[in-house]
């Protein structure tokens, strides 16, 4: 079975500072995608950032980027410069292989303090 | 394009009475899902379909729930009759590819006194 383990349920950082959120998963594919969404206070589930398992090279998308460790079966997600409108839910999710849906970790709350 | 379309955004309603609700999908995509997020228990998977067809129903609590796609245009997620602890935010998804990303709705809030 394939799943998704966040292991920090909150986290703080300082307005401007740098946080990493961790997740693990567990997998028997050879091919798969993983996934950070974000939900902020509005609720509206948000794509941050996506990496394909086959590629070695992190995915970065302007101050989000990941930190793909595949043998360790580790996807955290850094995010710089952090600003108020980073607060908000961050799920980490597992896909593709012979299954069409998603495998979402239940979440990390993050709260940017100014 | 207009994104994930669902309605109502919000739902009241008395226990006992059947709610309905509504789901356009991106244009395109193969996938659509049914998410419900609590406090307690999170995000779950109900239902999803794949080119129309239900392909893993096992997330459905229970028999008074069900759900449907006429065509790859629109879905509908029933509840009946509705329960109290049914009150929570459901989630519809599209997605083009298997496995991949995942296009999320605004979501519908759905109270049940």
């Known amino acids: 079975a394939q799943t998704v383990t966040q292991s920090q349920p909150e986290m703080s950082v300082q307005e401007a500072e740098t946080v990493t959120l961790s997740c693990t998963y567990d997998?028997?594919?050879?091919?798969?995608?993983l996934f950070w969404y974000k939900q902020p206070p509005s609720r509206q589930m948000i794509l941050v950032i996506r990496q394909e398992a086959y590629k070695q090279q992190n995915a970065t998308e302007n101050r989000f980027s990941v930190n793909f460790q595949k043998a360790a079966k580790s996807f955290s997600l850094k995010i710089s410069d952090s600003q108020l409108g980073d607060t908000a839910m961050y799920f980490c999710?597992?896909?593709?292989?012979?299954?069409?849906?998603?495998?979402f970790g239940k979440g990390t709350k993050l709260s940017v303090k100014p | 394009d207009a994104g994930v379309i669902q309605s109502p955004r919000h739902e009241v309603t008395e226990m006992g009475q059947e709610v309905t609700l509504r789901c356009k999908p991106i244009?395109?995509?193969?996938?659509l899902f049914w998410y419900r997020q609590t406090m307690m228990r999170g995000l779950e998977l109900l239902i999803y379909f794949n080119n129309n067809v239900p392909i893993d129903d096992s997330g459905m609590p229970e028999d008074r729930f069900s759900a449907k796609m006429p065509n790859a245009s629109f879905s509908t997620l029933k509840i009946q009759p509705s329960e109290p602890r049914d009150s929570a935010v459901y989630f519809c998804a599209s997605s083009p590819d298997r496995g991949g990303e995942q296009y999320f709705g605004p979501g519908t809030r759905l109270t049940v006194t």
């Open positions: 999710a597992l896909g593709g292989g012979s299954q069409g849906n998603l495998i």
């Open positions: 997998t028997s594919e050879n091919n798969y995608y």
């Open positions: 244009s395109g995509h193969d996938y």
